[in-house]
């Protein structure tokens, strides 16, 4: 099935280290979302975004829908080691059905 | 609030037998999607149920796999003459029409 553009696969860093991640599409987009999935666990909803450059943070985390609607990022401040995990994005495309197509993924590990 | 729930968490089968697997979306959601998630892999996409509209089943390996919803309520994914390929986190999600909500997700290990 269709899946987005997810960058990097994976993140080896050091606590307190910025982390950035982002996703791209070729199509337009109406709606992204970030999901943090933890092992062994469902993906948890981080943060939603609905609107092309909208910026929206929650605690140490930060998204922003880009500009060109075909692609968003999440920026993580100061990570400590609970940021540990894998994060999807997901969006839906303009004019498409209301199904949500998900990013691969990328891998967050965070040394102490 | 109550989210996601799905049942069993854990099942283990023997190849070749047929298994059910159980999800109860939060109420009031009108769209249900089920993933399949094989260790250490992204989100595979299986099918969509929004309303009383045809689902979509685009993501359905095979004719093995099949799924049904009542309504708004539960729904079942069923896996027939199971392999051992199967084997994998099962997760089903609920939906407004903006943000999706995830279960704990159903471990079936085929042996």
């Known amino acids: 099935g269709q899946q987005l553009n997810q960058s990097p696969q994976s993140m080896f860093i050091q606590e307190g280290e910025d982390v950035s991640m982002n996703c791209t599409s070729s199509s337009i987009f109406n709606t992204w979302l970030w999901y943090k999935q933890d092992p062994g666990e469902g993906p948890v909803l981080l943060i939603a975004l609905y609107k092309a450059g ?12 880009g500009i ?17 995990g894998i994060y999807f994005c997901a969006g839906r495309r303009q004019g498409a059905t209301n199904k949500l197509i998900f990013g691969t993924g990328t891998l967050l590990a965070v040394q102490p | 609030g109550a989210g996601v729930s799905q049942s069993p968490s854990n099942k283990v089968t ?3 037998k047929d298994v059910e697997l159980r999800c109860d979306p939060i109420s009031g959601h009108t769209a249900l999607y089920w993933y399949r998630q094989r ?14 509209s045809a689902p979509d089943k685009s993501g359905l390996p095979s004719d093995r796999f099949s799924a049904e919803r009542t309504g708004e309520s539960v729904s079942t994914l069923t896996i027939q003459r199971t ?29």
């Open chain 2, 14 to 16: 023997e190849k070749g």
């Open chain 1, 54 to 65: 909208e910026l929206t943070s929650n605690g140490r985390l930060t998204a922003q829908f």
């Open chain 2, 39 to 52: 260790l250490g892999q992204g989100l595979e996409f299986l099918i969509y149920f929004q309303g009383n």
């Open chain 2, 83 to 111: 392999q051992q390929e199967d084997s994998a986190v099962y997760l089903c999600a609920s939906a407004t029409d903006y943000e999706q909500y995830f279960g704990p997700g159903t471990r079936l290990t085929v042996t």
């Open chain 1, 68 to 84: 060109t609607r075909k692609d968003s990022f999440l920026n993580i401040s100061a990570s400590i080691p609970s940021d540990v």
